[in-house]
């Protein structure tokens, strides 16, 4: 068993989780043509086995359980594919899409995706973008990790997620972050329905879950530099 899998089987283990054999080698499948293509093009700095398994794999996979069973996920900013592959390699039965606007990096997800054999949907747009179109409002889940500030963060995922359905906010320390979204949380209509914290000592991070009560004036989401320059 390589390094990689020991680590992540242990971590699966000794959290009450026990993937079965097949997803942990969907797993080590992904991982291995991260760390081959991490070698011509800077993907992510997290590549060492015990850093991957915990930071990327199992990270990623913390806020499962909140999502419903054949919901429809996106996930915004996706970089090298998390957490959206990981879920999905964990969750078969989702819908995965990862909306990411980096060339390169969707080149990687479509790439790793084949080598782990599962079926996510890779669209290379900017979000706001996305939530301009047809798939506005259309999903059933949205979740982003390590993208922008929460509030940042919900101008460009609440759009894109329907009316009853879950943002999940993949978060360090998140306080003062989600003191300053208050606004763009009622704004978007965005209601803190759980804080998943992430069993691992030593590693602080968290799940923010955030169920959207009604549906969205169409002025949201505005164009990427006022959301940044005067947030919500
Ligand atoms: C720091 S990386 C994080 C990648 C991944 N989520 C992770 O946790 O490893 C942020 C990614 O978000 C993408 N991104 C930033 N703003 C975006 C937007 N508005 N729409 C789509 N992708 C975006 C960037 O291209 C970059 O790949």
Do not use: W
């Not at 997290?46 to 996930?75: C, N």
């Not at 078969?92 to 080149?107: F, L, N, P, Q």
């Amino acid at each position: 068993m390589s390094e990689f899998t020991q680590e992540l089987t242990a971590l699966f283990t000794e959290n009450g989780l026990e993937p079965a054999k097949r997803r942990l080698s969907q797993m080590e499948a992904y991982y291995e043509e991260l760390v081959a293509v991490n070698r011509m093009h800077n993907l992510t700095a997290i590549t060492a086995p015990k850093d991957a398994a915990l930071r990327h794999f199992f990270d990623s996979v913390a806020p499962q359980a909140v999502i419903p069973e054949g919901a429809a996920v996106a996930d915004v900013g996706s970089g090298a594919g998390f957490p959206i592959v990981p879920l999905k390699i964990m969750r078969g039965d989702i819908r995965a899409t990862a909306v990411e606007s980096a060339g390169k990096k969707c080149a990687f997800i479509e790439r790793g995706s084949k080598a782990a054999e599962i079926d996510v949907e890779v669209l290379c747009t900017r979000a706001e973008e996305l939530a301009r179109g047809p798939r506005r409002e259309s999903f059933d889940v949205c979740v982003s990790r390590a993208v922008a500030q929460l509030r940042v963060l919900a101008e460009l995922c609440a759009p894109l997620v329907r009316q009853g359905g879950l943002f999940l906010a993949y978060k360090g320390e998140y306080e003062r972050e989600l003191a300053e979204a208050q606004n763009a949380a009622e704004t978007l209509n965005l209601e803190l329905a759980d804080i998943i914290k992430l069993p691992c000592e030593g590693y602080a991070h968290h799940v923010l879950v955030f169920r959207k009560t009604g549906m969205l004036s169409p002025k949201y989401p505005r164009r990427y530099a006022q959301i940044v320059k005067t947030p919500l």
